[in-house]
């Protein structure tokens, strides 16, 4: 499950998002690609829930979606845009 930072706010829709750091007073705008990810993570337990929600969204392999989805969740927390660390980068063990 992701959490968003204290500071950070964030408007997402299916036609994009951007996100609000008042620390910095930065924008971080995104593509509906990856605006749909955050929606995801933020809806669901767990990344890999979000993953397969997002490969049966877009219609493509779980593998393909794992990575986009830990790529949106950690350029996030690369900016400290969220409350938690970094998904670490695993091959994505879906059902099958």
């Known amino acids: 499950m992701l959490r ?10 299916d036609d994009g998002g951007v996100f609000l750091d008042e620390r910095t007073g930065r924008w971080t705008q995104m593509t509906p690609t990856a605006s749909a990810a955050v929606q995801l993570l933020l809806a ?3 990344p890999q829930e979000a993953a397969q ?6 219609r493509i392999p779980p593998e393909r979606a794992w990575a986009d989805v830990t790529e949106v969740a950690n350029r996030l927390a690369a900016r400290g845009l969220t409350a938690g660390e970094e998904i ?3 091959r994505f063990l879906g059902r099958r």
């Open 4 to 13: 968003l930072a204290e500071t950070a706010h964030a408007v997402l829709t």
């Open 44 to 46: 669901t337990d767990s």
């Open 53 to 58: 929600r997002y490969a049966e969204r877009y």
């Open 88 to 90: 670490p980068p695993r």
